[in-house]
C-alpha cells in the first residue's frame, strides 16, 4: 500500500456556541471568543490530559511502523501549524475493534492488529487544516457542511445535529454504527480538537478488506 505522509495532530472535543434567542449578540460574540481563544496546552499534551490512550496509541504505532514512520507525535508538539482535529474517544476506537472483529472473523482487541498504512489513513481523514470553530464545522442551513482532510481530500459531512456520515457509510459490511460529535471544543495552542463518538472511515468496508485480506 501507498505510504501516506501527512501534516497531522490531535486532541479533542467541541462546544457548539448555540445562539439562543434570548442571548444578547455582545453575549454570543463573547462566547465564541472565549471557545476560540487558543489554549496553553498543545494538541499532544491535550490528548494526553484528557485520556485518549487509544488515540495516542495509534499515533505511536503509525511513528513507529516502518512501513509509515509518519512523525506525528513531531507536529502534535509543534505550533508551526493550526490543525483541526476530530478526536475519537477510547471507546469508539474499542467499538470498532469489536465491529472489525465481528466484520472479519477474528480478534481485533488494538490498534497495533490493524495494518499501520490503513491506521494512518484513518487518521488523517480526522484532520483538517486551519483553526475551525464550531461555527465552521455545524452547518448554517438545511444542507451539511463537507469537511475536506488530509486523507488525499476526502471529505465527509457533518449535519445539523452533528451527526457525521464518512466514507465508509459508518459500516463495515452489515454492520452499522453511529457517528457524532459529542463534547465541547477544547481549544490548544497550534489548533482545535471536536470530540466524535466514532472512528471515521476513509474506505468503505470492501476497500479496506481489499487491502487488508479477511483470514
Known amino acids: 500500500m501507498k505510504k501516506f505522509t501527512t501534516f497531522i495532530a490531535l486532541s479533542l472535543f467541541l462546544v457548539f456556541a448555540s445562539c439562543n434567542d434570548d442571548n444578547s449578540v455582545e453575549d454570543n460574540q463573547n462566547s465564541y471568543k472565549q471557545f476560540n481563544k487558543p489554549g496553553d ?3 499532544a ?3 494526553t490530559a484528557l ?3 487509544e488515540l495516542l496509541a495509534a499515533v505511536t504505532y503509525v511513528d513507529e511502523d516502518p512501513s509509515t514512520q509518519a512523525g506525528l507525535a513531531a507536529i502534535l508538539t509543534s505550533d508551526d501549524v493550526q490543525l483541526t482535529v476530530f478526536a475519537p474517544t477510547d471507546g469508539a476506537f474499542l ?4 465491529v472489525l472483529s465481528a466484520a472479519r472473523g477474528e480478534t481485533i482487541d488494538e490498534i497495533t492488529d490493524i495494518p499501520a498504512p490503513i491506521v494512518l489513513a484513518v487518521l488523517q481523514y480526522h484532520i483538517t487544516s486551519g483553526r475551525r470553530g464550531s461555527n465552521s464545522v455545524l452547518p448554517n442551513g438545511r444542507n451539511d457542511k463537507v469537511i475536506q482532510t488530509m486523507f488525499n481530500g476526502a ?7 452533528g451527526k457525521i456520515t464518512d466514507v465508509g457509510g459508518s459500516s463495515l459490511g452489515e454492520l452499522q454504527y453511529d457517528i457524532a460529535i459529542a463534547l465541547p471544543n477544547q481549544s490548544a495552542s497550534n489548533g482545535m480538537a471536536h470530540g466524535i463518538t466514532g472512528v471515521m472511515l476513509p ?3 470492501g476497500d479496506i478488506f481489499e487491502l487488508w485480506p479477511l483470514p
Not at 95 to 98: A, E, G, T
Not at 155 to 161: I, L, P
Open 41 to 43: 496546552l498543545n494538541l
Open 45 to 47: 499534551q491535550a490528548a
Open 51 to 53: 485520556g485518549l490512550n
Open 95 to 98: 467499538n470498532l475493534y469489536s
Open 155 to 161: 471529505t465527509f459531512s457533518v449535519d445539523k445535529d
Open 203 to 205: 474506505l468503505s468496508a
